[in-house]
């Protein structure tokens, strides 16, 4: 338990880093920094997935089926790895971006995912791997092993075709698609199932079988709607359209399990985890609808033209519902403790950053203007979601502090 706290605060501690990353470059735009733009770009995306999002779900799958195995001498080994191949991408990303000691740390990390994957699938204990939360996991890590094609693609694609090919940013657009929805969704979603069984929670395994297949052929089908952008023929629209239509089926046969469940919910959660869990069940409906718009060709144009949606919309998935998802699993299972004010800070930070980006998409797509000291207001909301990770990091600390007051 006090390995995977301590784990649980790096993974934290990497968030901080990233969203304050991410003020530096709002601030960027008011006050110009001597940074070089791109390259902190790089950095607080590779720290944001890789640092906060990874360490947080691969500490979650040992301390909830692993943790009594008497492997942690192998984990640590695991854990350790992973931290060079962090702390090496965040001393050469924000320096050179992406040349060769960069390549290095990050081709070393796919190495380390593959070597927890390996470990997970086969230290796993015998009684939950026939678990439904099993499976989705299992599959799961095997997306994010796919999702590394894309970055592993990029040196020949890069040496033939160069950078300027379709091929360069459909191999990322694969990445984070697999990343996104395969690896990040698909785990939480395997959480969400272990939490049922925790609670004792029966699913038929018919249920089970028509969400697993709508999910998984949903996910894999939905990544046409990232090449739309290429202007490629119909079938691409239709096939990434009905792999959005399925991924909603999935989450249609989540919700009714729910509904279903919802006295046991009820007891078994705080009042603000039940808050948190509604949040989260929200902010992947609208995520989904947002995705079944892109198949069509306006909206797939109007995404592919005006980046702010784009932006927006990974903001959406990735501060949203991963983020606030993963907060509920470790709120749930005792590895954080989460107040009200620091929900409160964090959902005004990302209310506020996401209502900005999407007016100002809305605005380059309709004329509107940009009212003034627009980008001040944007840094300005940005430091709020910071703030509210210094609450879930220290909130003995703050409240110290309150008392002497």
Request: aromatic share 20%; charged share 10%; glycine share 8%.
């Amino acid at each position: 338990m006090i390995a995977t706290k301590s784990h649980i605060k790096v993974s934290l501690g990497y968030f901080l880093l990233a969203a304050l990353l991410g003020v530096v470059l709002r601030t960027f735009v008011v006050a110009p920094l001597p940074i070089n733009y791109r390259f902190i770009v790089h950095t607080h995306s590779h720290i944001a997935l890789l640092g906060w999002v990874y360490i947080a779900l691969t500490t979650l799958l040992y301390h909830l089926f692993m943790v009594k195995q008497g492997l942690e001498r192998k984990y640590r080994g695991i854990f350790w790895f992973t931290q060079i191949c962090l702390l090496g991408m965040l001393l050469t990303f924000p320096f050179q971006g992406y040349a060769l000691f960069s390549i290095i740390f990050s081709t070393l990390f796919l190495l380390a995912s593959y070597w927890f994957s390996a470990f997970f699938i086969k230290y796993a204990p015998k009684s939950l791997k026939d678990t439904k939360a099993y499976i989705c996991l299992k599959y799961a890590l095997w997306f994010m092993i796919g999702s590394s094609i894309g970055p592993w693609s990029l040196g020949a694609i890069m040496t033939v075709l160069g950078p300027e090919s379709i091929w360069y940013r459909l191999a990322i657009y694969f990445y984070l698609h697999f990343q996104y929805n395969g690896w990040m969704i698909l785990a939480l979603t395997g959480l969400f199932f272990y939490f049922l069984e925790y609670l004792k929670i029966t699913i038929s395994t018919k249920t089970f079988r028509y969400f697993f297949l709508t999910t998984v052929l949903g996910i894999i089908l939905s990544f046409f709607l990232s090449t739309l952008w290429t202007g490629p023929p119909m079938i691409y629209y239709i096939l990434g359209g009905l792999g959005a239509v399925l991924q909603l089926m999935g989450f249609g046969i989540l919700i009714n399990i729910c509904f279903i469940n919802r006295t046991i919910l009820k007891s078994a959660l705080s009042q603000l985890q039940l808050n948190v869990l509604k949040l989260v069940a929200f902010l992947l409906l609208i995520k989904m609808i947002l995705q079944w718009f892109t198949a069509w060709p306006y909206f797939a144009n109007l995404a592919a033209t005006v980046l702010d949606f784009t932006i927006g919309y990974l903001h959406w998935t990735f501060l949203g519902v991963i983020s606030i998802g993963l907060f509920l699993f470790l709120e749930f299972f005792g590895l954080i403790k989460l107040s009200k004010m620091a929900i409160a800070f964090y959902l005004g930070g990302f209310l506020l950053t996401e209502a900005f980006i999407f007016y100002r998409g809305m605005a380059a797509w309709l004329g509107w203007p940009l009212f003034e000291d627009y980008s001040q207001f944007l840094a300005g909301g940005s430091l709020l979601i910071p703030l509210a990770l210094i609450l879930v990091l220290w909130p003995n600390k703050v409240n110290l502090i309150k008392t002497e007051d």
